[in-house]
């Protein structure tokens, strides 16, 4: 199953065991290259990223935002979809990066089948938007053209 599809169908679960985090607590980002933000915002300043699998302690938090500090002793903003209160296993380069995203978040490939396979689902338009991509630069000069704020 691809990136994205993986992504919208684990959202929902990451959020139901990942909701409930304390301060002092170690997660586990549980998406590739997360951007670790200035502000609570989705368009604020990127400080830092974050690897997949890689541990941050939660300094404090808002809403769907957690304050995190890395091992290297850099903090931001990380939304909580991006955090997982369970560990991401970490293996060798020559496992499968969808199974190993899959296997990450406690699920098997007998269970991505399973899912495929449970009804009537057409994944084109998600294949569609996985292969187009647009960049910061790009995003924000459309949020300025559109004169739309962001807070």
Do not use: Q
């Not at 985090?21 to 200035?38: L, N």
């Not at 991401?88 to 020559?94: A, G, K, R, T």
């Not at 190993?100 to 495929?116: I, M």
């Amino acid at each position: 199953m691809p990136f994205m599809k993986r992504t919208i169908f684990l959202c929902f679960f990451l959020f139901a065991f990942s909701a409930f985090s304390e301060i002092g607590d170690k997660m586990f980002v549980s998406i590739p290259d997360a951007p670790i933000r200035e502000k609570r915002s989705n368009f604020s300043n990127v400080s830092d990223r974050a690897k997949y699998g890689e541990m941050v302690e939660i300094v404090s938090e808002i809403k769907s935002w957690r304050f995190v500090k890395r091992r290297n002793g850099k903090n931001g903003w990380i939304p909580l979809s991006a955090l997982s209160s369970h560990p991401i296993l970490n293996v060798d380069s020559s496992v499968d990066s969808s199974e190993l995203s899959f296997a990450g978040k406690n699920f098997s490939t007998e269970d991505e089948s399973a899912y495929r396979t449970s009804g009537n689902v057409n994944y084109d338009a998600v294949d569609a938007m996985e292969k187009s991509s647009v960049s910061e630069a790009e995003l924000r000069t459309f949020l300025s053209e559109g004169n739309l704020k962001v807070e």
